[in-house]
């Protein structure tokens, strides 16, 4: 069972405490959303690389080109 | 003198890893927080990130970071959790052996009557050409004087053996 470390500023006691199955659940659907996240992340930067790869062909320029230009 | 610069409470993760780490019972007798971490995860990776909860809340936080890793450079905006309580830098497990992130929290009027705003800077730690420098900046919608702090990987799901937790009070005088 997975666990927590607990630390009470008031005394400096610290406990290691199993997480509750909400807990455990919260932790799941976390990071599924946070895989999510990312995935969505990536297919943004990757939209984004292929229309400035468009914009350049249109140019005849490689992207790289475009991107000196730009500079 | 005055001591302005205290440390409240810190931890250091055992054997069994740990899915969080829990500040509870903060003291409301400082003027701002800093919260201090040396963190690596099971995440299978060479980076992860570790999110934070305030008061047991994840709802209305808002983040933005800026970060290089050695190739590029990004930004990002977060308004829904998740992501938008990432706070800090932490190593994965496929990152060097035995070496940590570093990252430093810096909550200003926690005990306050205002909405919570902090800021973090934080680097991953990598013999590679790829490690992670990030800046964020965060606001907690919330105006409860913070009494908790937990964190907590954000893609994996354990902080791994030894690493530590400092939360730190300051004092303005």
Redesign the interface.
């Known amino acids: 069972m ?11 006691a ?1 406990e ?1 405490i199993e ?1 509750t199955a909400e ?1 455990i659940a919260q ?1 799941e659907a ?2 599924k ?3 999510q ?2 995935a969505d ?1 990536e297919a943004a930067a990757a939209a984004k690389q292929a229309e400035k790869e468009a914009i350049a062909a249109k140019l005849g320029l490689t992207a790289e080109e475009l991107v000196k230009l730009l500079g | 003198m005055a001591i302005t610069y205290v440390a ?4 250091t ?2 054997a ?12 409301a007798t400082y003027t701002d927080l800093i919260l201090k971490t040396s963190i690596r995860t099971n995440q299978s990776a060479p980076d992860d990130y570790f ?1 934070i909860t305030l008061n047991g809340s994840s709802s209305n936080f808002t983040t933005r970071v800026i970060d290089g890793n050695g190739s590029t450079a990004a930004s ?1 905006s ?1 308004t829904t ?3 938008s309580q990432i706070a800090g830098q932490a190593n994965g497990n496929t990152s060097t052996a035995s070496t940590f992130a570093n990252s430093e929290l810096y909550i200003t009027n926690y005990a306050g009557s205002n909405n919570k705003s902090f800021s973090h800077d934080g680097v991953t730690e990598n013999n590679a050409t790829y490690a992670l420098a990030e800046l964020g900046a965060h606001l907690w919608s919330n105006v409860a004087a913070i009494t908790s702090i ?1 964190i ?1 990987p ?2 994996g ?2 902080f791994s053996q030894y690493s530590t937790a400092t ?1 730190y009070g300051i004092k303005n005088s």
């Open positions: 997975p666990t927590k470390l607990v630390v009470d500023c008031s005394t400096g610290v290691e997480l807990e932790r976390d990071a959303a946070a895989a996240t990312k992340e | 409240i409470a810190t931890t993760v055992g069994g890893g740990a899915a969080s780490i829990d500040f509870t019972s903060i003291p999110k990002y977060y959790s998740p992501g937990s907590a954000y893609y799901t354990s939360l």
